[in-house]
């Protein structure tokens, strides 16, 4: 079955420091991959929808300037995380989706990145 | 704006009993709706979906979910639950651009 791959799995940075999470698609083309966050004992919130090749769109009362997203290519895209601070710890999570239409059911998760600022 | 609640935050029951676990919605429109099931120290998988049709969606590993329009529920059932069903799960809706929104999830606990 499709893999998604997050890399890597913990981090732990200092406050002010930036944070770059990779989301791969391992054996499938993502057109569109999708970036959670999800607090502890919550659920997963969408922070925002990135396609290939172009601008990614962020939910509402998401900082698109704290929260980089880059969708270079069909299987890898980046969450970079700026002056990263304590409230940004998180579980970050991603998904990939082999298309941009209504069949959710194509849209892989990826285990997920742990971030903790100090 | 679409929303997802899931009323119970914690379920505990033992090897052989049924499990439900409810989910409800509000949204006007048109939805998917799924069921996700995190087991511990791993990823989100997809229990099942319910796109159109047959309101009993049958699922993996024996689940079955029911889609009830009249009441916006989409409620996730297991006649016989096992040890290995301990996971957190989740209710989701899919309203337009291939979007989901989430229920707060459910943490089921089954005691050997």
């Known amino acids: 079955g499709a893999v998604v791959s997050q890399h890597p799995s913990r981090v732990i940075c200092k406050s002010g420091t930036s944070v770059k999470i990779e989301c791969r698609s391992l054996?499938?083309?993502?057109?569109?991959m999708f970036w959670y966050r999800q607090f502890p004992k919550q659920s997963l919130m969408l922070m925002a929808t990135s396609n290939e090749g172009s601008k990614a769109t962020y939910e509402q009362g998401v900082e698109k300037d704290k929260f980089l997203i880059n969708h270079a290519s069909l299987t890898l895209s980046t969450l970079t995380v700026t002056s990263a601070h304590p409230e940004d710890s998180s579980f970050y999570i991603c998904s990939a989706s082999t298309s941009g239409t209504r069949s959710t059911d194509t849209q892989y998760f990826g285990p997920g990145t742990r971030l903790t600022v100090l | 704006a679409q929303s997802v609640s899931q009323h119970n935050h914690h379920v505990i029951l033992s090897e052989a009993a049924s499990l439900e676990l409810g989910c409800n919605y509000s949204?006007?429109?048109?939805?998917?709706l799924f069921w996700y099931v995190q087991y511990p120290g791993q990823h989100l998988q997809l229990l099942l979906k319910?796109?159109?049709?047959?309101?009993l969606v049958k699922g993996i590993k024996g689940f079955e979910a029911e889609f009830i329009k009249s009441k916006f529920s989409f409620n996730l059932r297991k006649p016989s639950v096992q040890w290995s069903d301990t996971a957190e799960y989740f209710c989701a809706l899919e309203a337009a651009g291939n979007k989901l929104t989430f229920g707060g999830g459910t943490r089921v606990l089954v005691k050997p």
């Open positions: 319910y796109f159109s049709g047959d309101p």
């Open positions: 949204y006007g429109g048109t939805v998917n």
């Open positions: 054996d499938f083309q993502a057109t569109t």
